[in-house]
């Protein structure tokens, strides 16, 4: 039931304050975070950890890129991020302090079940970031995480990936408690960024008039460059799946750093490139590199869409639109910046007239390798 909305993506793009809220609900409390789930696996296994890898395909695997940041900075622990199924496919390197976390919307995805089988068998912990109850890749799994997004319909990934970020930062702030690398005070403080995110993810839906004229502006363009930096470089990444998915336009999303050791010769007159801006209050060094990226690139011609603070006036002279988000801590980026991504390439599928929540080729769960 689409619920009055016209697709089922529309209906869950619009459902992500309440994916995350639900996801928190129960998990966060006045003396910190507290993940019952966990408790199969024990604080003593948790805090003998001394790698951590995660798995998971497209969407999925982004989350994961995105939680990176944040659990290592928090936690002080080496994290990974692979492809499912080019982790299972070689000879990673697996001990008994090697925790593999798996994402999956389904649950039942061919490519990350084997890979969860895989480091079981070869004696990891794992555990599994999983949207549907009693789905495969959590049964298989020494505990699971549940994230409370409720059902995803529509085949392209949204609500899930933000409410898989929830989960990860909570298991990111469970285990930095675990193993005494934040204080409880400065824990409480990540929790109160985690729940603000619902309101200001309300905020940022707002701004789905003026992403629908742009894509109107764009329908007929051929290709779209997405850049980003630290935690909004996976943004780039999943703005960029978004937009092959749905509008079936060739798009690529880069780290912005990046540019000029390639992609800058890309740039011609009028190529849309979205870019993530940093906040320019909380991390003004990343911010300043970025926006000497964008004036590079406007520089050859390129028409930028800028992603920014709200206020970040940086950035006017040198962007064709800014697409403006809620103030929040660098980390926590990644929940506000992706959302106007989701809504542009919804509204360009739309204008297009193609088939938003059943994009071709595509199936909802992968349950083949
Ligand atoms: C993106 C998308 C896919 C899935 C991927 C993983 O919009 O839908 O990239 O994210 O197939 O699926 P799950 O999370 O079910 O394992």
């Not at 750093?257 to 992609?263: Q, R, S, V």
């Not at 739309?350 to 992968?366: C, F, M, T």
Request: hydrophobic share 45%; aromatic share 6%; proline share 5%.
């Amino acid at each position: 039931d689409k619920g009055g909305w016209s697709s089922f993506m529309a209906k869950e793009v619009s459902e992500q304050p309440d994916a995350v809220a639900n996801t928190l609900r129960g998990r966060v409390s006045d003396s910190g975070v507290h993940i019952p789930e966990l408790e199969a696996l024990g604080d003593d296994v948790l805090a003998g950890i001394t790698r951590i890898v995660v798995v998971g395909c497209g969407t999925a695997a982004y989350a994961g890129l995105v939680a990176k940041y944040a659990i290592e900075k928090w936690a002080g622990i080496p994290v990974e991020v692979e492809l499912s199924h080019e982790f299972r496919y070689r000879d990673p390197v697996i001990t008994r302090e090697t925790l593999v976390i798996s994402i999956s919307q389904s649950g039942e995805t061919m490519d990350t079940l084997m890979a969860v089988k895989y480091a079981g068998d070869a004696g990891a912990r794992t555990i599994s970031i999983c949207n549907t109850q009693g789905a495969t890749i959590p049964r298989e799994s020494d505990a699971a995480i549940y994230t409370h997004a409720g059902p995803e319909v529509a085949v392209a990934s949204t609500k899930a990936f933000v409410a898989q970020m929830t989960a990860l930062y909570l298991f990111g702030l469970h285990l930095a408690r675990v193993r005494g690398t934040l204080t409880n005070d400065e824990v409480a403080v990540e929790l109160g960024e985690l729940e603000a995110i619902p309101a200001k993810l309300t905020t940022v839906l707002e701004t789905g008039g003026s992403v629908r004229q742009l894509a109107h502006w764009m329908a007929d363009t051929r290709a779209v460059l997405f850049l980003g930096r630290h935690v909004g470089f996976p943004v780039a990444l999943e703005g960029a799946l978004k937009l092959k998915e749905l509008a079936y336009i060739h798009a690529e999303g880069f780290a912005a750093g990046e540019l000029k050791h390639g992609p800058i010769a890309l740039i011609e007159p009028g190529q849309p490139v979205f870019v993530i801006v940093p906040s320019p209050s909380r991390s003004a060094l990343l911010h300043a590199k970025v926006v000497s990226n964008i004036q590079e690139i406007r520089a050859r011609g390129a028409r930028v869409i800028a992603i920014a603070e709200q206020g970040d006036a940086a950035v006017l002279p040198f962007a064709d639109e800014v697409i403006p988000i809620p103030l929040a801590a660098p980390l926590f980026e990644p929940f506000l910046a992706v959302v106007p991504l989701q809504l542009f390439a919804m509204e360009l599928s739309l204008a297009k007239g193609l088939d938003v929540d059943q994009p071709r080729n595509l199936a909802k769960s992968v349950t083949v390798e």
